[in-house]
């Protein structure tokens, strides 16, 4: 091997860098090339991602308002979220949109999907009907339910309410209706890929399972509960952590919304992700509180999906 | 017998998602399903019919919930496009969201096959840390990326929209994926026919994953057309809006003039609408393969 490569006598001519690659062996050229083909990657990953990373949790430990001096403050950008009753409210409010949204928007499309897979007639135009939502902006679809939630005369839902004698509800004003009103449209527009993902999942459990349950005489429902969901548990697993990451950093429906007094009425629908936006951004520019609070979204976001991981592998 | 009916619909050497040929409904339990998921699917597309009805309609009809327009107008569409505004924002994310997706689609697939087709000490570990980085949440990394752009003077430029969607890590796990289908013979036999890495990665494996590059392209447009959070907090400059940023704004311009707030809307995401119809056969199976591989 080392014989091979080298018989390739270098000329004098040639420059150095060439003459000491022309002595490489084809396994070390491919060294050679893997590292040159990951160089700009490997800077970026560093550059944009994890210097920030560890940017991110240095700043927590530190009070800064962009101005002045970083100042070391240790956990006391982690002290004062703890006794903010803010917090605890956003906190709240960020458990709500999982609490409330996973289990609803999965069981919507698991439903939508199962049903779904059985027809045949204009099956490509339902499907697509499901999926089109998810194709929109979040905020140009926040603007369009905003317009809904509206009173009379102008929103859609009221008119209709007032339409059969209900009266008008102040779905946005509201807070105990905000939430779930913010929380909709999310839904909505995340129900066309999960039922395209379960579909995907129905379609690789093998029918001869279907087939040979039939033949026993077992009934649709118990088809459901003892072949189909069983064997669908990747889908699911993928599906409950996917959705659940998404929902704990909901931001876009919520700020758009509610723009005029962002996460209200009374920070009734604030998620985590709008209070990080307001202390850094929101004029006050406190880094190193913000900074804090996403190293608190960062737990929390690893504690769910590790915890959901973990309990639905072992079932 | 109901059931014996359910299995009989679903043919079982049918491909994934692949349509079909339409068939009639054959039992009345059938017709039953089929209808509540037709209504099901119109309900679900009624928001964007009402918007696009809306940004049809003159204010004074915006009331009426009739989803045909009394007297049907591009009035409004002309407005909004003539302040020039939302032309700019269009420009914007156009850019923005194509020369990210190149840029992701030539990174992604080449790191991705590096780690898939070489073989060299360390590689393991690079692919581990690249996939670490999914676990970290944009919203961390927002008020680092502000800092460094603030010092770099990338704040109110395209650049600094652009930079953190450069590559990502997802992209690098499924196009690693996929490389796997590629067999090595085919680049041995290249390499032998004396073409150089870079040519061979190009002109050998990528054709063979074009459909994992167009379920990539979709994702990481679609990502960048509708990206909102990173493009607020980088740009303050107005002419540096992109669509989703400039419509948030406006929104609360004209908060009464809803009309010209679903044109806006329409304007933002008929692009994508369009895109699926033409397009929905590749979508829905790129949207699959990603899922799935994800």
């Not at chain 1, 700009?40 to 962009?66: G, K």
């Not at chain 2, 156009?94 to 697939?109: G, N, P, V």
């Not at chain 2, 379920?215 to 509708?226: K, R, S």
């Not at chain 2, 995401?269 to 119809?277: A, G, I, R, W």
Request: charged share 15%.
């Amino acid at each position: 091997m080392a014989d091979l490569s080298r018989s390739d006598d270098t000329p004098p001519e040639r420059g150095w860098f060439s003459a000491r690659w022309h002595r490489l062996s084809i396994r070390q050229k491919q060294v050679v090339w893997a590292w040159a083909f990951l160089a700009i990657p490997i800077v970026f990953y560093v550059v944009v991602r994890f210097y920030p990373t560890a940017n991110a949790f240095v700043l927590s430990f530190q009070e800064w308002n962009l101005l002045g001096a970083r100042t070391w403050v240790g956990f006391e950008n982690y002290i004062d979220l703890w006794n903010d009753p803010v917090f605890w409210t956003v906190f709240a409010n960020t458990f709500e949109y999982l609490i409330i949204g996973t289990p609803i928007s999965l069981v919507i499309s698991f439903i939508i999907a199962y049903h779904l897979d059985k027809v045949r007639f204009m099956h490509g135009t339902i499907r697509a009907l499901y999926f089109l939502p998810f194709m929109t902006s979040a905020v140009a679809m926040a603007w369009v339910w905003r317009w809904f939630y509206q009173p009379v005369p102008i929103g859609v839902f009221n008119n209709m309410l007032a339409q059969i004698g209900i009266p008008q509800i102040a779905f946005l004003q509201s807070t105990a209706i905000a939430l779930p009103a913010v929380l909709a449209p999310a839904v909505w527009a995340g129900l066309g890929f999960q039922i395209i993902i379960f579909m995907a999942g129905l379609r690789a459990i093998p029918p001869t399972y279907y087939e040979a349950a039939r033949v026993d005489g077992v009934s649709n429902w118990t088809m459901l509960w003892e072949i189909t969901l069983p064997l669908l548990k990747p889908t699911i697993v993928f599906l409950v952590v996917f959705s659940s990451i998404g929902f704990l950093r909901i931001f876009d429906h919520v700020f758009n919304m509610t723009t005029n007094n962002p996460g209200g009425p009374l920070n009734s629908t604030k998620p985590l992700v709008l209070m990080i936006y307001e202390t850094a951004f929101g004029g006050r520019s406190q880094m190193g509180a913000a900074a804090a609070q996403t190293v608190v979204l960062f737990v929390i976001l690893l504690i769910v999906s590790l915890v959901q991981l973990r309990i639905l592998r072992d079932r | 017998m109901a059931v014996a009916e359910d299995i009989q619909v679903k043919p079982s050497s049918e491909t994934l998602l692949r349509t079909g040929q339409p068939k009639p409904p054959r039992d009345f339990g059938q017709i039953i399903r089929w209808t509540l998921l037709f209504l099901g699917g119109l309900l679900m597309v009624m928001p964007l019919a009402y918007m696009i009805s809306t940004s049809l309609k003159y204010s004074f009809e915006i009331y009426d919930l009739n989803l045909i327009p009394q007297e049907p107008t591009i009035e409004n569409y002309t407005y909004v496009l003539e302040d020039g505004r939302f032309y700019n924002w269009f420009f914007n994310s156009l850019i923005i969201a194509t020369l990210t997706t190149i840029s992701t689609l030539i990174f992604d697939s080449l790191v991705g096959y590096v780690l898939c087709k070489f073989k060299f000490r360390g590689r393991y570990l690079v692919f581990i840390a690249i996939l670490s980085t999914l676990m970290i949440p944009t919203e961390m990394l927002v008020i680092p990326w502000y800092l460094m752009s603030q010092s770099l003077g990338w704040l109110d430029t395209y650049w600094g929209i652009m930079f953190p969607g450069l590559m990502t890590a997802f992209g690098v796990f499924l196009m690693k994926q996929f490389f796997e289908t590629v067999p090595d013979d085919f680049l041995e036999a290249a390499r032998i026919d004396g073409l150089n890495e870079l040519q061979i990665w190009w002109s050998v494996a990528m054709p063979l994953v074009k459909p994992a590059l167009a379920a990539l392209a979709i994702f990481v447009f679609l990502g960048n057309w509708t990206a909102f959070i990173w493009p607020l907090i980088v740009t303050t400059d107005t002419a540096l809006y992109t669509l989703p940023v400039g419509l948030s704004s406006f929104g609360d311009e004209v908060d009464v003039a809803w009309e010209l707030i679903m044109t806006g809307a329409a304007i933002s995401t008929l692009p994508t609408l369009v895109v699926f119809l033409i397009f929905q056969r590749f979508i829905i199976r790129g949207v699959v393969m990603a899922g799935l591989k994800g």
